[in-house]
């Protein structure tokens, strides 16, 4: 869930900031090092903003890497693999993350 809510459409900054918040909630840093090159390249190759950003919105972050990748190979640089975090990362943060965030807010 956390992987697939980007408002490429949103009203303002703020609601675009808090998609991003949700997007990445449960990414590790080299992940989101990764993802924000993905948008990076994204944008650099005009591929973000106006009309063309439509076509990012509503996309999960592996589709987003893909396309990112794409554009990477037509440029003739390499592919950068998404890194992976353990099982144990992962489901500790599954369960960690909406606590915290839960015990932030009260």
């Known amino acids: 869930m956390a992987f697939i809510d980007f408002d490429w459409n ?13 997007q990445m909630l449960y990414m590790n840093l ?7 090159g993905d948008l990076d390249t994204i944008d650099a190759a005009g591929m973000m903003g106006g009309m063309n950003g439509k076509l990012l919105h509503g996309k999960e972050v592996s589709d987003i890497h893909e396309l990112a990748n794409n554009i990477r190979l037509k440029r003739g640089k390499e592919v950068i693999e998404f890194p992976s975090k353990s099982v144990k990362a992962a489901v500790s943060d599954f369960f960690m993350i909406p606590f915290a965030v839960f015990m932030s807010r009260s």
């Open 10 to 22: 949103a009203e303002d900054q703020y609601t675009v900031k808090a998609s991003m918040q949700k």
């Open 30 to 36: 080299d992940q989101k090092r990764v993802y924000f």
